[in-house]
């Protein structure tokens, strides 16, 4: 990765110089002057010059940019494509997803300054739990440090907390108490780890140049691991906004999972995360490992269009980390997802598991009424 940055860095001039030269001799020739296309040309700046997402480190979290580095687009397309060469980093999937975005979605944002126009005695409590899950590398960097609270003015100061349902807000969860306490009670490990899904992973590169060491583990491929913030129980409040000590079930996607007949077959990362199953993915940049089997796709898109197509029209204002074209991925994703089409890798998955449930419940049916 070093190795190939410094022959990005030595390019850079020797092929800029020439260039330059070339435009002064050469001037009036518009054939010869352009030595890229457009498109090439917004292909390199957005491959070379992609600084948007935050790189920095707080005490226990890295930022997205950290990671694309490595995980992210491989300009010379070995590492994290698939059968047929398409890229299919995780971080370009995930950077455009509403979990992405949670901490700069406006209509989060809105609802909560409601909240706390109407009960501004509870302003501190509010902010802090709304945090909890949409900006959790900054709200729990904070706690761990001491904070008794943290807040929204706290968080648009705090690119790691800007970064949203960022990659170590999942990869870092600890195993321990995992789905126990729910509504945003999040525990994460303190030393420094990526929890993966593979079995002995290469370390020394990333532990090198992130501190971060790869690790596996199974509880991050578990429904289990989406638990504690897909699950929201809220303390409900009077009109004069007295705590009435009731507590209110606003999501429970988790527990409705777990009830489902989708249990014990299939976790929410088996319909959010689709597999290749088939095509073994070399998932670090520069080639240096062995291709993994299988690579889960970081797609985890859900019910939202309407969102996702106001932060295409607005990634400027918003501040975003994605581009129109990475928004609009998703919402196709997304529809594709809804209508079942054929495009959702999702629709296999689901037609497969129907298909699986139909074949157990015709094999009990029929063990049954070969008994009677
Ligand atoms: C336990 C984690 C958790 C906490 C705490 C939490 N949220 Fe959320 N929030 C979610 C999840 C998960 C979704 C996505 C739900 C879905 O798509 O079905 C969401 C979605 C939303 C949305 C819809 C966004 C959109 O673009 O459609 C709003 C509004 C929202 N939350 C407001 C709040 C407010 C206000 C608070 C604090 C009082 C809060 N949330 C606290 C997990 C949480
Ligand atoms: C919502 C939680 C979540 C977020 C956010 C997330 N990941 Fe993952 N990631 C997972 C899970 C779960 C798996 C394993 C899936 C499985 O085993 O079913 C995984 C797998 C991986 C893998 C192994 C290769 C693969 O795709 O299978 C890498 C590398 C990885 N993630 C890096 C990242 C990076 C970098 C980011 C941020 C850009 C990120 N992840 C964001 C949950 C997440
Ligand atoms: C210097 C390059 C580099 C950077 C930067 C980097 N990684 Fe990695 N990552 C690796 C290597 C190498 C592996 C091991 C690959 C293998 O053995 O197949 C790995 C593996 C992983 C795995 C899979 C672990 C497993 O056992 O399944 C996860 C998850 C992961 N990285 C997440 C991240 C996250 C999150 C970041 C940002 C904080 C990050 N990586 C930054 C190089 C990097
Ligand atoms: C740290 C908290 C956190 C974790 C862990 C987490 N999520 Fe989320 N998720 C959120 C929040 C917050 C939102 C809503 C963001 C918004 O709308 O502003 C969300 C939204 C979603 C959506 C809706 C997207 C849409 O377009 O409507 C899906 C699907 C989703 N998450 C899947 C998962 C899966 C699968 C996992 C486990 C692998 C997971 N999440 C783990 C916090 C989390
Ligand atoms: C059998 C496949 C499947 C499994 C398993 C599954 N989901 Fe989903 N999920 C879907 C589909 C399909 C949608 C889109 C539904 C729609 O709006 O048409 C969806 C929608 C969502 C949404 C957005 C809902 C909304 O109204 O905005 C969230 C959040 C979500 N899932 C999270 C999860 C979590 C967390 C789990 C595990 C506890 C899970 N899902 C398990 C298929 C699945």
Wanted: charged share 20%; proline share 4%; net charge negative.
């Amino acid at each position: 990765m070093k190795k190939y940055r410094n022959t990005l860095l030595v390019c850079i001039p020797v092929i800029a110089l020439p260039l330059l030269l070339s435009n002064l001799t050469l001037a009036k020739d518009d054939e010869i002057r352009k030595f890229h296309s457009e498109a090439e040309m917004a292909h390199f700046q957005m491959v070379v010059l992609d600084t948007t997402l935050p790189n920095g480190y707080n005490y226990l979290f890295a930022g997205s940019g950290v990671c694309q580095k490595c995980h992210g687009l491989d300009t010379l397309g070995l590492a994290s494509v698939d059968a047929n060469g398409d890229d299919v980093n995780v971080v370009d999937d995930w950077r455009a997803t509403m979990m992405a975005n949670s901490a700069k979605d406006p209509f989060w944002r809105a609802k909560i300054s409601h909240e706390v126009l109407l009960y501004p005695q509870h302003k501190a409590a509010i902010e802090d739990k709304c945090t909890s899950c949409h900006a959790p590398m900054g709200h729990f960097n904070a706690k761990h440090l001491g904070a008794l609270h943290y807040g929204i003015a706290d968080m648009v100061a705090d690119s790691l907390a800007m970064d949203g349902v960022s990659c170590l807000a999942c990869h870092m969860l600890a195993k321990e108490g995992i789905a126990e306490s729910f509504s945003g009670l999040l525990t994460f490990d303190t030393f420094r780890v990526a929890y993966g899904p593979y079995m002995s992973p290469l370390v020394s590169p990333m532990l090198t140049e992130t501190g971060y060491k790869p690790k596996f583990s199974d509880h991050i491929s578990k429904s289990e691991a989406c638990a504690d913030c897909h699950t929201l129980l809220t303390e409900t409040l009077d009109f004069q906004g007295n705590v009435t000590g009731n507590k209110f079930v606003e999501q429970a996607t988790y527990h409705e999972w777990l009830n489902s007949s989708y249990n014990d077959t299939l976790s929410c990362q088996g319909c959010h995360m689709p597999s290749l199953d088939k095509w073994p993915v070399h998932i670090v940049t520069g080639a240096m490992t062995e291709p993994r089997s299988p690579f889960f796709l970081h797609e985890l898109v859900g019910g939202n269009v309407t969102m996702l197509g106001l932060l295409r029209d607005n990634v400027e204002a918003l501040g975003l980390t994605a581009g129109p074209s990475q928004f609009q991925d998703v919402m196709g994703k997304t529809t594709a997802l809804h209508h079942g089409g054929r495009s959702s890798s999702l629709w296999w998955k689901r037609r497969r598991a129907t298909r699986f449930l139909f074949l157990a419940k015709w094999t009990a049916s029929t063990k049954c009424s070969a008994k009677t």
